[in-house]
């Protein structure tokens, strides 16, 4: 009943707060093959790269969580020794409008039997095509961006039941100001050391890789408003012209595309806001004239 009650509460905010959502998404079920184009085991690297994708017949991994492929390190034998294997995901940032400059998340299921600490898996992030790799499960500056909602996976020891991970790289999309038509990347890497341990080592299935926006009508600042301070280390105004009184509504936004809140005011030229209790990042505001429809929109940094 309680999660019934938070499903319909979600969708009356959706449908109170926002005006369109521009999505796209794709699921890597090692099924569709339609999907492998996306996929490059890394070869040039590590000429005897472990990646097999097919079915698991290992000792403990002995399905997919769709059945029947997944990608495995070595569908049949252990893992070997002194070795380091990765594969790619390649991912073209679709066509979108929003105001929102770039919402991602990938996620997926995956199982681990290795030797604790000393063999483990990584997954990383590439903003820029691979000139910069960003490691998603030890960034520290960003750590509670990229697992705000979800723990960090442990790629590391045994967890022989399907594990589910869900990462979002929202907030790198202004940091390296990524654009429709860019190429960015998702690396998976295992590694072990010289002792042989006769493990199973890494599984991953339903790899899942999602963009949207949070969109306004596709008509972005009908009307100017103006951030101050910005960037803010709590306490922001946001200023416009309001000399016939008129209502405005604000709506609040994290990098996400969550709603945060909304403040309305009927007689003033702008509305402060604080995001003291709120972690460092990027916001995005949506400001609506209640009279005549017209919108306005901008992000806001809090330090």
């Not at 002194?82 to 679709?94: Q, R």
């Not at 408003?225 to 306490?235: A, F, H, L, Q, V």
């Not at 990098?255 to 909304?262: C, E, Q, R, T, Y």
Request: net charge negative; charged share 20%; glycine share 6%.
């Amino acid at each position: 009943m309680k999660k019934l009650l938070v499903l319909l509460l979600l969708i009356i905010s959706v449908s109170v707060y926002s005006q369109r959502l521009d999505y796209s998404g794709y699921d890597i079920n090692f099924e569709d093959t339609t999907q492998f184009v996306r996929i490059q085991i890394d070869t040039i690297s590590n000429p005897n790269n472990v990646w097999q994708i097919g079915k698991p017949q290992k000792e403990i991994f002995t399905s997919a969580y769709s059945a029947p492929n997944a990608i495995v390190t070595d569908t049949i034998n252990p893992y070997p020794i002194n070795d380091t294997s990765s594969f790619i995901i390649k991912h073209i940032v679709p066509e979108m409008t929003g105001f929102c400059p770039y919402v991602a998340k990938v996620a997926g299921r995956y199982k681990i039997d290795s030797d604790t600490l000393t063999d483990f898996g990584i997954i990383e992030f590439s903003p820029d095509n691979g000139n910069v790799w960003i490691n998603l499960l030890t960034d520290t500056q960003y750590v509670e961006q990229i697992w705000s909602y979800n723990e960090i996976p442990v790629l590391t020891g045994s967890l022989p039941g399907w594990n589910y991970f869900s990462a979002s790289v929202a907030h790198f999309g202004p940091i390296y100001n990524i654009q429709p038509g860019d190429t960015v990347l998702y690396r998976f890497t295992f590694v072990s050391d010289s002792i042989q341990t006769n493990k199973d080592g890494l599984i991953f299935d339903n790899l899942y890789f999602q963009d949207w926006v949070e969109g306004i009508n596709k008509i972005k600042n009908q009307f100017n408003s103006e951030i101050y301070p910005n960037p803010s280390s709590g306490i922001t105004d946001i200023k416009f012209r309001n000399d016939k009184n008129e209502a405005f509504e604000l709506t609040l936004f994290d990098s996400n595309g969550i709603f945060l809140f909304a403040a309305e005011t009927n007689n003033s030229n702008k509305i402060r806001i604080d995001l003291s209790n709120y972690k460092s990042g990027i916001y995005f505001y949506k400001l609506l004239n209640k009279n005549n429809n017209m919108l306005s929109s901008g992000k806001i940094l809090k330090q």
